[in-house]
């Protein structure tokens, strides 16, 4: 019964985008810390990883998981969208962007260049399609496990595989900055007074983002990781 009003309600639909979207920023936050092993070195990361491969069956409903919020966040995006243009068919004649930011009004074209961008990462580093003679399967380390530190190394080490993810987190970093605040508005986590210090936190975690996963590749590129 919730969930059926959940799901034909336009403010449930939006709840649904809301959640799915902020448990996508807690994976996007916890993904960034994880990669940060590159930094200690190939055992901090290589165990890492065989931690989380270790998880076997729970590592695979933490997956499926992720795949159907994203889904459901991408179908309920969609569906709003469409929503919105029906509900007002002929355009408005003048577009007040005073209030809406660059941001915000790319959220569609962002978002969709995002999951092009999870479809070749997962192509890339998951399964290997990308890079097949670097991939983790065929690199062991000392210790017998997977080499995901020295598959990440290679990857970087092409300027153009860099370029393109530099340019990837740009734009979920510009998805960011206008989702982070507007998930707290839509779940009514805000009030008039502290709103200018939602936007500010929202901008700062966006750029914290960016920032945090580009060091990667460029220090890869710049040969701090080597
Ligand atoms: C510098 C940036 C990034 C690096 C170095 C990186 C690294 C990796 C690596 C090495 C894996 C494979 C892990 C393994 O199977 O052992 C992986 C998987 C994945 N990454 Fe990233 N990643 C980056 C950015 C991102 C971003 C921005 C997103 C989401 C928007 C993302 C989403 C994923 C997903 C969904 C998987 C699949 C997880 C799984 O197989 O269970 N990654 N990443």
Do not use: C
Request: charged fraction near 15%; aromatic fraction near 12%; proline fraction near 4%.
């Amino acid at each position: 019964m919730i969930l059926k009003r959940l799901v034909t309600s336009s403010v449930g639909r939006k709840t649904i985008v809301a959640v799915t979207g902020l448990l996508l920023i807690l994976f996007i936050l916890v993904h960034m810390l994880g990669n940060w092993n590159m930094f200690l070195g190939p055992d901090a990361m290589n165990s890492y990883a065989a931690k989380l491969q270790s998880l076997g069956g729970l590592l695979w409903i933490a997956r499926i998981g992720l795949i159907v919020i994203f889904l459901l966040h991408v179908f309920f995006t969609i569906q709003l969208n469409i929503e919105n243009k029906q509900a007002r068919p002929i355009p408005y004649k003048k577009k007040d962007y005073v209030r809406a930011t660059l941001t915000s009004r790319t959220m569609a074209v962002s978002g969709l260049l995002i999951l092009a961008f999870v479809i070749y990462h997962l192509l890339h580093y998951t399964l290997g399609v990308v890079q097949p003679e670097t991939f983790k399967a065929k690199l062991t380390d000392a210790q017998g496990r997977p080499d995901v530190y020295m598959m990440v190394i290679y990857g970087f080490r092409n300027p153009i595989i860099s370029l393109s993810y530099i340019i990837a987190m740009l734009l979920l970093a510009m998805h960011l900055d206008h989702a982070v605040q507007s998930v707290f508005q839509t779940l009514g986590w805000t009030t008039k007074n502290i709103f200018p210090k939602l936007i500010r936190f929202s901008r700062a975690f966006a750029i914290f983002i960016f920032i945090g996963y580009t060091l990667i590749p460029l220090s890869i590129l710049l040969g701090i990781i080597k």
